[in-house]
Structure formats: structure tokens, C-alpha cells
């Protein structure tokens, strides 16, 4: 198999680090990405000895702030000519302020808007691929997205935030499907609570490794057999494509929630 060039965000810890790694281990070209410039060297360089792979480079973004993913999505752009398969893994649940920078709810940024962004950006260079892929990690959790959790200063659970995040980054990933045909673009839930830092501040236990999560987002990165399952959802908690949340399938709420973000990115 022909070694493919493998963004993955968030791929510092948990599930993103552990794909990474084995990818690397398997000869593939691995763009890592952390908000934290001294955890992503150290990650790169652990990478490098443990694989033997010298093809790893690394970028710094802090998903929270928009302006960091504009300006990540660019240096990228420069410094490769394609990418063939978008792993949109960063992710947060937890966090003591929840409110970011531009006033919005930090889940709502990082786990939705933060990816809408690069991965816009980067359709050109993902369109050079033979055989481009994007996997947007959802989840279990997926609850209705209201209006006003896309507004400045509403405060939200940390559950219904994550949730409505999830939804989102799900209902963007089917309006996207439809609209970029070229590129299989598959909605992952990864399974539930997997053993990661996310999980462990959030509920103090779990229910699977977290080699379940990362071997999953492997195969759908680099089988054949997902090339034609675009526009789909994987539920790893059942281990098959599955039924996502109502929402998923009704075009208004699809519709409504694209405008308000094109509203809120002043596209
Ligand atoms: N674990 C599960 O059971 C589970 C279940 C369903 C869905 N998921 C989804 O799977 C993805 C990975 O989760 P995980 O469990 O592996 O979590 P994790 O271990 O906490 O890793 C999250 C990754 O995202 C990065 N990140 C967090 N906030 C960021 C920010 N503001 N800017 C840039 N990067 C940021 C983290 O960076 P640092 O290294 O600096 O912390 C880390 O690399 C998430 O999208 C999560 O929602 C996980």
C-alpha cells in the first residue's frame, strides 16, 4: 500500500497520540498538531525513536482561539502539497473556564468550529489525493444543537455543551459529504468512555483501552472498503455504521445550523 500523508488534530494525547503512533509505525506520513509546543515536540520526537519514521512534523494551534486554526491551516498549506486523509480528533469536555476568547462556549469552538474551519481550508490540498478522507470524531453523546449555544456568554452544562458539539460536528459532516463528493467523509463515534485523559477527568473510569478508539479511526483512514460509505455515521460502541441522532436526518436542522455558523465565521 502506498503511504499516505495523515493529519490528525488533538494528537498529542489519547486516542489521536495512539493512531499516530501505529500509522507511523506503519511507514505512513503523520502531520501531528497540540496547543502545547513542548508536549508536541516531546510527542514528535517519542514518535520518531519509537517507529523509526523520520516523516512526522508537528504544528501548534490552541483550538479554542479561531485565529490559530486560520493561521495553522495556511502554514500547512505552504508545507504540503496534499493530505489525503483529515482526522478532525481535537477535542475537550471538561475545563475549568468554559466561556473562550471570542465569547463562545469553548466546546462549541473547539469540537465543532475549530474543524469546520481547517478542514475548509484545507478541501484544496485534500482534493490533490487520489483518494481523499476526512473522519470527523462524534460520539455517543449527541443531544439536539440549540441556537443559543452558538451565542456569546450562555451558559451551558459541561454535559449539554460536549453533546451539542457532537451533534454538530455529526450534522456538518453529512451536509459536507453531500456537498464535497470527491472526498469520503464518515462521522465516527470511536466508542465510549475509552481510556484517555478526557475520560478519566470526566468520569474517573472506563469501559475499553483506548487502542479501541485509535484502531478504529486506523482502519477507516486507510481500507478500501470505507471509500464509498460518505456521508455515513460509524458507531464503534456497535462496532457497524449506524442511526445517529433524529437530527441527522432532517435537512432543516442540517440547513439552520450551517447558516448560523456561516453567520457566526462572517462567510
Ligand atoms: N475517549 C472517549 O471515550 C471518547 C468517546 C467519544 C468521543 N471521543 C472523542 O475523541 C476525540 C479524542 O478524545 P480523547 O479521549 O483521546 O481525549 P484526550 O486524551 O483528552 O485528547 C484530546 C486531544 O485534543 C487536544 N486538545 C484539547 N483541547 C484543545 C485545544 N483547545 N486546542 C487544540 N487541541 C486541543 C488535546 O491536547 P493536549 O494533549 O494538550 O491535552 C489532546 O491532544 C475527542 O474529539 C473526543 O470528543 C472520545
Not at 494525547?13 to 515536540?41: F, M, P, Q, S, V
Not at 470526566?202 to 485509535?214: C, E, I, L, N, T
Not at 486506523?218 to 472498503?225: G, M, S, V
Amino acid at each position: 500500500m502506498k503511504n499516505k500523508t495523515i493529519l490528525i488534530t488533538g494528537s498529542t494525547d489519547g486516542i489521536g497520540k495512539l493512531a499516530a503512533t501505529k500509522l507511523a509505525k506503519n511507514g505512513h506520513n503523520i502531520i501531528l498538531h497540540g496547543r502545547n509546543a513542548e508536549k508536541l515536540t516531546r510527542v514528535k520526537e517519542e514518535i520518531k525513536s519509537l517507529t523509526k519514521n523520520d516523516n512526522i512534523v508537528g504544528y501548534v494551534a490552541d483550538f479554542s482561539i479561531l485565529e490559530e486554526v486560520r493561521h495553522m491551516a495556511s502554514k500547512i498549506k505552504e508545507d504540503h502539497s496534499t493530505i489525503d486523509v483529515l482526522v478532525n480528533n481535537a477535542g475537550v469536555f471538561k475545563v475549568a473556564n468554559p466561556i473562550s476568547a471570542n465569547g463562545l462556549d469553548i466546546r462549541m469552538v473547539v469540537n465543532y468550529l475549530a474543524p469546520y474551519i481547517l478542514t475548509d481550508e484545507l478541501i484544496p490540498i485534500l482534493e490533490r489525493s487520489d483518494n481523499p478522507r476526512i473522519i470527523n470524531l462524534s460520539s455517543a453523546a449527541q443531544e439536539t444543537v440549540l441556537g443559543r449555544s452558538l451565542e456569546k456568554n450562555v451558559s451551558l452544562s459541561d454535559n449539554q455543551a460536549y453533546a451539542q458539539s457532537k451533534l454538530a460536528i455529526l450534522l456538518w459532516s453529512f451536509d459536507f459529504a453531500r456537498k464535497h463528493k470527491f472526498i469520503t467523509t464518515i462521522a465516527l463515534n470511536p466508542g465510549s468512555l475509552l481510556n484517555t485523559n478526557m475520560v478519566k477527568e470526566a468520569y474517573g473510569k472506563f469501559w475499553s483501552p483506548a487502542d479501541k478508539g485509535a484502531d478504529i479511526i486506523i482502519d477507516i483512514a486507510i481500507n478500501p472498503k470505507y471509500a464509498d460509505k460518505s456521508g455515513q455515521y460509524f458507531d464503534n460502541d456497535k462496532g457497524d455504521f449506524g442511526q445517529a441522532h433524529p437530527d441527522a436526518y432532517q435537512s432543516d436542522k442540517i440547513e439552520a445550523l450551517i447558516s448560523k455558523t456561516e453567520e457566526l465565521l462572517g462567510n
